[in-house]
């Protein structure tokens, strides 16, 4: 995918997408629109450019290589990146570090929801199913899942390249100088 965008207007995502083989871009739309980003090296996972540290006294670690008996405890830790490993990850050393910073180029955001629509068991309590399931249907088509938040006008990896110097002189204070 090249790229994505979301019509408010239309209920829509519109998708320029790359075509196989060579054959430029091609747009079409979709009522949803699923992100399944991940590791792209299972064997090795991605590590990004961080300019000064082989510098850095302390450990580093990846979680596609994790040394056993890692020890964070009282430690500052710094962990880069964003998505699944970070929001299973962050939690465990926040009890016994020093401090916990987690640097993203953009945020990802992760929301507690109800196990249960209380309106769907409402409905199911005081209806026959063949009645309450199509209105459960039509309730929930009015929100489609994935609807982003509104913006500026930036897109996030243009807000990553503006922000990266700022981040990276903020980490080499904070973790190479220290």
């Known amino acids: 995918m090249v790229r994505a965008e979301w019509s ?7 998708l320029d997408v790359e075509v196989a083989g060579g054959g430029g871009t091609s747009r079409c739309t ?5 992100m399944c980003t991940g590791c792209f090296r299972h064997d090795r996972g991605y ?3 961080l300019p000064g540290v082989e510098r850095f006294a302390g450990p580093v670690a990846h979680p596609r290589a994790w040394p056993d008996g890692l020890d964070w405890t009282g430690r500052r830790v710094v962990v880069v ?9 962050v939690p465990a050393p926040a ?15 992760v929301l507690a929801l ?11 309590r005081g209806l026959p199913e ?4 199509p209105l459960i249907r039509w309730k929930n088509r009015g929100r489609p899942a994935g609807r982003p938040a509104r913006h500026r006008g930036i897109s996030g990896d243009d807000a990553g390249r503006r922000a990266e110097p700022r981040i990276h002189d903020r980490l080499h204070k904070r973790v190479v100088d220290a």
């Open 130 to 133: 063949r009645v309450a399931h």
């Open 30 to 34: 979709a009522g949803f629109l699923v």
């Open 95 to 109: 009890d016994r570090a020093a401090h916990v910073t987690v640097v993203q180029r953009s945020p990802g955001y």
């Open 47 to 49: 590590s990004p450019e």
């Open 81 to 89: 990146g964003s998505g699944a490993t970070t929001v299973t990850l």
């Open 114 to 124: 109800p196990t249960e629509d209380a309106v769907a068991s409402a409905l199911l």
């Open 8 to 14: 408010g207007e239309r209920r829509r995502w519109a």
